[in-house]
């Protein structure tokens, strides 16, 4: 009898753990008809503007008013993943990369939910979101890893994460080189194909199928990515680079100045190691100057065009900067 009470709660307990767990894996979706915009308004020198309501806005689609459905101000908190490449090619600087990293986490407010990301070879989750610091240092602390880069692979997993985060706001911090192997891979592969006079101008970065993909679903959730480019990997800093270096290092650069272009963020280049912490810091106080404005498209077809977004501030003199449009997917 005693046997048989136990093997029920063993029973029962294993259900409620797979019951938690479900609840815990269940991604929350985002209506993608709807369009989010996280935007920056500066005045002419360039100082951010955050004391601007609903009321100083006006969104435009395709050259059409759009109603703005929702409007979070600049202290609203976002949902932050910092995703940290620990590739081969950064092994020389992890320290570096750690004390800067943590700049960028004491310059976020305090209720700015943070999840840690590690790449390399593998895309590891290192801490799901949390307003924790101490479980965010050692996230960053034990950030370790070699081999080559998926970059791709942990963006979107990043963007997966995010997904699961619901209406909040929501960007993406990434530090990398921008050459992710395996689309390096396919440009050499391509690359062989080609004249050799050709070579320069052959990549077209932004048909990159990954890419696309990628911005698509950054699209339907409004998420803003900011890349931070490692001096690593420059073949302009090699002796005698040849037209291929430099053609799939253009190209990947390139990548990730879409990437910033499409989402409304920006592309922030280190060229000197000492320069990292600097623009971490940079980029946490850009995002702490950011407007959220939400919009039903009055076109509801979802026929893959291209759809242009612009939008206007009140005040002529001042400068608005948000993404430039997505793809009616």
Do not use: C, H
């Not at 942990?154 to 997904?163: G, P, Q, T, V, W």
């Amino acid at each position: 009898m005693r046997f048989q009470k136990a093997i029920t709660l063993i029973l029962f307990l294993i259900s409620g753990f797979l019951t938690v767990s479900a609840q815990d894996d269940e991604v929350i979706k985002v209506d993608s008809s709807i369009v989010r915009l996280n935007v920056g308004v500066v005045d002419g020198r360039g100082r951010p503007i955050t004391s601007l309501n609903k009321e100083n806005f006006t969104v435009y689609e395709n050259g059409v008013k759009q109603d703005i459905s929702r409007f979070e101000p600049t202290v609203a908190p976002f949902s932050v993943v910092m995703l940290l490449d620990m590739s081969g090619s950064t092994l020389g600087f992890r320290q570096t990369i750690r004390q800067s990293a943590f700049r960028f986490i004491d310059a976020l407010a305090p209720e700015d939910r943070v999840a840690v990301v590690e790449f390399y070879d593998k895309v590891n989750l290192r801490n799901d979101f949390t307003t924790n610091r101490k479980i965010i240092a050692n996230s960053i602390n034990v950030a370790n890893g070699q081999g080559k880069t998926q970059l791709y692979e942990a963006i979107n997993f990043a963007l997966d994460k995010l997904a699961k985060e619901a209406a909040r706001r929501k960007a993406i911090i990434v530090l990398t080189d921008g050459v992710d192997s395996n689309v390096q891979n396919n440009d050499r592969k391509f690359l062989e194909k080609v004249k050799e006079s050709d070579i320069p101008t052959a990549i077209k970065p932004e048909t990159s199928d990954i890419l696309n993909r990628t911005l698509n679903k950054s699209d339907a959730q409004g998420v803003t990515i900011y890349p931070l480019a490692l001096p690593t990997g420059d073949p302009f800093k090699l002796a005698d680079p040849t037209p291929v270096q430099i053609a799939m290092f253009s190209a990947a650069r390139n990548r990730l100045q879409i990437l910033a272009e499409r989402t409304g963020g920006t592309l922030n280049t280190i060229n000197r190691l000492d320069e990292m912490g600097r623009l971490y810091a940079a980029v946490a106080a850009d995002l702490r100057t950011l407007y959220t404005v939400e919009y039903q498209p009055t076109n509801s077809k979802r026929d893959g065009k291209w759809r242009e977004i612009k939008i206007e501030v009140s005040n002529p003199e001042l400068i608005s900067r948000t993404r430039q449009g997505y793809f009616a997917k």
